[in-house]
């Protein structure tokens, strides 16, 4: 199993420019998340889906969309980068909830750039 | 909203020596995890506890979950250089609504382990 994978790795946008974030897993797992890391916030949940066909907003959704059309794959869209959406943005999946066993696994990361 | 606080926030240590960090919360969690990111990596998944009192050992990582299900540690015995790195708590359980499940995360330990 590849786990969860994301692409691309590495970006650099000019303000204004948009781009998607892939993230995609393997292990049939029904609750997908988005999260970025910035130094000393530790991590924020931008948007999570429950399911096929299904999203929700996390903690910092503005200027973030997200869609769910297949289970396996989590779109994050920035429809018009600004520099404070330069960071480093985590995919992550978990099974749904089943005998306690919760543990949700990430993606390697993309490193994003707004110039 | 749930506030996770990890301490301590760094450590330096020398190589061979043990390393204590701990996670204490306001809420109650259903499970605790610990992860692991390098530099330039994701976070991965350590040690993952579901009961109360539950104490888990992964190689040289040992884990609790704490009595009152409000508090985790991890200790690392006998550090080596590969140690370095941030380690990470989340606690998993209802959000403030009390009708999802959502996982806290702290804000991270940064070990540096001298050779």
């Known amino acids: 199993n590849a786990g969860v994978t994301q692409t691309p790795k590495f970006r650099v946008l000019k303000t204004g420019q948009s781009m998607t974030l892939l993230c995609a897993q393997d292990?049939?797992?029904?609750?997908m998340y988005w999260y970025r890391q910035d130094p000393g916030m530790g991590l924020r949940l931008i948007h999570y889906?429950?399911?096929?066909?299904?999203?929700a907003k996390g903690e910092v959704p503005d200027g973030y969309n997200v869609s769910r059309l297949k289970k396996q794959n989590f779109l994050l869209g920035l429809e018009s980068a600004a520099p404070s959406q330069t960071s480093v943005y985590f995919c992550?999946?978990?099974?749904?909830?089943?005998?306690?066993?919760?543990?949700?696994?990430f993606g390697p990361g993309t490193r994003l750039t707004v110039l | 909203g749930q506030q996770l606080n990890q301490s301590p926030q760094s450590m330096f240590i020398q190589e061979g020596e043990d390393v204590s960090m701990n996670c204490t919360s306001s809420s109650i969690f259903n499970t605790w995890l610990w992860y692991k990111q390098d530099p330039g990596e994701g976070p991965v998944l350590l040690i993952a506890?579901?009961?109360?009192?539950e104490l888990t050992s992964n190689g040289r990582l040992t884990a609790q979950f704490g009595i009152t299900r409000k508090d985790s540690f991890l200790n690392i015995s006998a550090s080596i250089p590969s140690d370095v790195g941030i380690y990470f708590c989340a606690g998993f359980g209802l959000d403030s609504g009390g009708s999802n499940y959502k996982l806290t995360f702290g804000k991270g330990t940064l070990l540096t382990v001298n050779p």
């Open positions: 292990m049939n797992h029904e609750y």
């Open positions: 992550a999946s978990r099974m749904r909830l089943a005998g306690g066993h919760n543990e949700q696994f």
């Open positions: 506890l579901y009961k109360a009192g």
């Open positions: 889906s429950v399911g096929e066909g299904t999203t």
